[in-house]
């Protein structure tokens, strides 16, 4: 494949979790039957393309082995993939990417950015697959730590743009890497809200740009009353299609949430609308 499949749009990556204890669907499609069914639901929803993890990586989550994660992982990629679904894998395990490339996988989704797994990024390489690079300082600082910045936006570029060096360095070409500000990682809530604010800086690095907000915790912080408490996960999807749409305005390549009708309706509109501008400034 040359490059990276690409839309007319911001492209919406429907999530499929084959896990037990996901931070927001965990458990509930995992087995192979219903997680592909859910993918496939997914793409009916709207999605272009289906991201497939089977490790969650929640706060405090502990790493399945890896013949675990190839079980659960392999058959729900060639499943979706003999279907002609555009499949991700979700993995930090070179084996699984591998593997998931084999079965039909069409891109690579590392939340470790290459760091967990020596093998990753040349697997990636000789497989000539599309990467996607996210930040994860606390991955190096061996968990979701807590991350402390003085200037989250400036650093989080920095640190990504190191982490394309290498992947380029490593041989994956630089119309294969995807960056991904890895929002929820080793980030707190005002970390997230700056980096959404920012996001046209890390457009900067020059790369396609993934943004995975969905019902992430900042949005419980953000839709929280004065004297109620954040709503539980599986309501807040109403707030990720409304940063499924800011993604979209900034220019993003793809979205990737859980519940795709609400996001695909937000960046067609974002889509419309740009058009509309695009369309203006050519009257004039
Ligand atoms: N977040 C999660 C899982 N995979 N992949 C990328 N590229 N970016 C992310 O922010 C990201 C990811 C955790 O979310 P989930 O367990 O709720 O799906």
Redesign the pocket.
């Known amino acids: 494949m040359a490059g990276l499949p690409e839309w007319d749009r911001c492209a919406v990556m429907g999530?499929v979790?084959v896990?037990p204890d996901?931070?927001?669907?965990?458990g509930r499609f995992f087995d192979t039957t219903a997680a592909v069914k859910h993918g496939l639901d997914l793409v009916s929803e709207g999605a272009d393309l289906v991201?497939v993890?089977g490790e969650?990586?929640?706060p405090g989550a502990t790493r399945v082995d890896e013949a675990e994660e190839l079980r659960r992982v392999i058959p729900v990629v060639r499943g979706l993939a003999s279907e002609g679904v555009t499949v991700s894998v979700?993995t930090m395990r070179a084996s699984v990417a591998e593997r998931a490339l084999a079965a039909g996988a069409a891109l690579v989704?590392d939340?470790s950015g290459g760091l967990a797994d020596p093998r990753m990024i040349p697997a990636v390489a000789d497989a000539g697959a599309p990467f996607?690079v996210?930040h994860w300082r606390g991955f190096l600082e061996g968990g979701n730590v807590r991350g402390v910045y003085r200037d989250v936006v400036t650093e989080v570029v920095d640190e990504l743009h190191a982490r394309v060096e290498a992947v380029l360095a490593g041989g994956i070409a630089p119309d294969r890497v995807i960056v991904?500000p890895?929002?929820?990682?080793s980030k707190d809530a005002e970390h997230d809200l700056a980096l959404l604010a920012g996001l046209h800086r890390v457009l900067g690095l020059g790369h396609p740009l993934?943004v995975?907000a969905?019902?992430?915790r900042f949005l419980g912080r953000v839709l929280a009353g004065p004297d109620s408490p954040p709503p539980p996960?599986r309501e807040r999807d109403a707030a990720t299609a409304a940063v499924s749409a800011l993604a979209a305005h900034a220019g993003a390549w793809a979205v990737?949430v859980?519940e795709v009708r609400a996001t695909s309706d937000a960046v067609r509109v974002a889509r419309a609308i740009e058009g509309a501008r695009t369309g203006a400034e050519g009257a004039r």
């Open positions: 999530v979790n896990t996901s931070f927001s669907d965990g991201d993890g969650s990586t929640r979700d989704n939340v996607v996210m991904d890895g929002l929820g990682f993934l995975a969905s019902r992430k996960a990737r859980h």
